[in-house]
């Protein structure tokens, strides 16, 4: 039995060798649809692992009061509405009567996304953000001191001139020199480096480690235009807590912002694990355009080699009549076949599978993806070209079989 399966092996083997442009090309056919679909998958999987690395570090007790609500309507389209800014006034008012148990508050704003920082005869490009914090902001947005230490409350009561530097400026004004306690200017304002973060890289092209924290009064005083937006983000300790929290602060900030009990809020409240929730979606939608896209292209593939095959059974049909009449069994003659279309759909899915695990390392080089091994669609993969080789070789297959071998050697 094993012999004979060998030799069924061997005489597919060398017809897809004697065949090899028709091979070659329904190959391409197959692999086009895997690559789409390994490629697209491995590239949403780096997006979505790059989005919980970044995110998860904040936790899910935290929650944020911001100018932005995000509402989902029908069919799952989500609308933002865009309510009034958030001023000084209101984050303080804010901070100063939340006094919800085992909570920290944080408060900041973005002075600008384009700042030049100086250290001594160096400087940056102007492509610097800084941010105004006080003592809870880097805690509370899951943001870890490498070396150093980070911004304490007399810092901030103080208003201390100190600031809180991304990783990046290591290599970049500093030299590769120890930037702790070097002074740098922001605007002509000098600032004392307290603490150097540890690298976050990039998020959809912005880079996390070119950003300067400093104090939000001296913030306030370098950047001083006006309609500034503040953002609060609350953390709660025990997580049991964090909905009570919520209703806490929901109401607190109501009150700040005089609305009646008849008013919708005009601010938005998000957990943090709720904006992982929202882009995940947005994944997922790529997930499913990767699989339409796919199974257009499969299905197409699969009539090609189906194609393909009933053409290479019409051409063999004399070979087929001489094996019969020395004694081959249909199941012989089907098996041959069939183990043809298997072979060339395996190629064809494992070029795709290669292909598409490239283009997903590309594009996760690309944006500064984190690249994991796509595991899942890769037995997706070989598990569709399986399915396309059953399908589009059982009717060729059992065609071979069924012929006559007096008419097939009489075939010309």
């Known amino acids: 039995m094993f012999s004979l399966l060998r030799e069924n092996i061997r005489i597919a083997l060398n017809s897809i060798r004697n065949q090899s442009l028709r091979t070659v090309l329904t190959v391409l056919i197959i692999a086009i649809g895997i690559t789409a679909l390994v490629g697209i998958l491995s590239a949403v999987a780096a997006l979505e692992n790059t989005i919980s690395k970044d995110f998860a570090s904040m936790g899910a007790n935290t929650f944020n009061i911001q100018r932005y609500e995000f509402r989902t309507q029908r069919l799952g389209i989500e609308e933002r509405k865009v309510n009034p800014i958030i001023s000084y006034r209101e984050v303080k008012n804010f901070k100063d009567k939340f006094k919800y148990p085992r909570t920290e508050t944080a408060i900041s704003f973005t002075g600008t996304n384009r700042a030049e920082i100086k250290f001594e005869n160096e400087k940056t490009d102007p492509e610097i953000a800084v941010l105004g914090v006080n003592e809870f902001f880097l805690e509370n947005s899951g943001l870890k001191v490498e070396d150093g230490r980070e911004f304490n409350f007399f810092d901030i009561d103080n208003n201390n001139n100190v600031a809180v530097i991304g990783s990046d400026f290591k290599d970049g004004i500093f030299k590769g020199q120890d930037p702790i306690n070097k002074t740098i200017s922001i605007r002509g304002a000098k600032f004392k480096v307290i603490g150097v973060l540890e690298s976050k890289g990039s998020t959809f092209g912005n880079n996390q480690d070119l950003r300067v924290f400093i104090p939000i009064q001296h913030a306030r005083s370098i950047f001083s235009q006006p309609n500034i937006n503040y953002s609060l983000s609350v953390k709660v300790t025990d997580k049991e807590m964090l909905e009570a929290a919520q209703d806490e602060a929901i109401i607190t900030f109501r009150n700040i912002r005089g609305l009646n009990p008849k008013e ?17 979606s947005i994944t997922g939608a790529l997930n499913i355009a990767a699989w339409i896209i796919s199974i257009i292209t499969i299905f197409g593939s699969s009539i090609a080699l189906m194609n393909i095959m009933l053409v290479t059974v019409t051409e063999r049909t004399r070979e087929i009549g001489v094996r019969k009449a020395l004694g081959a069994k249909n199941s012989t003659i089907a098996t041959q076949f069939f ?31 984190q690249f994991t091994t796509p595991w899942k669609a890769i037995l997706w993969a070989t598990g569709i070209t399986i399915v396309v080789a059953i399908l589009a070789g059982s009717y060729p297959a059992a065609k071979a079989a069924k012929q006559d071998p007096i008419e097939s050697l009489r075939y010309e």
């Open 339 to 369: 183990l043809e279309t298997l072979v060339i759909g395996q190629i064809g899915g494992l070029i795709g599978i290669i292909l598409g695990i490239l283009i997903g390392l590309g594009v996760s080089s690309a944006f500064d993806f």
């Open 264 to 280: 919708e809020n005009n601010f938005g409240l998000e957990k943090s694990d709720d904006l992982i929730n929202r882009i995940l």
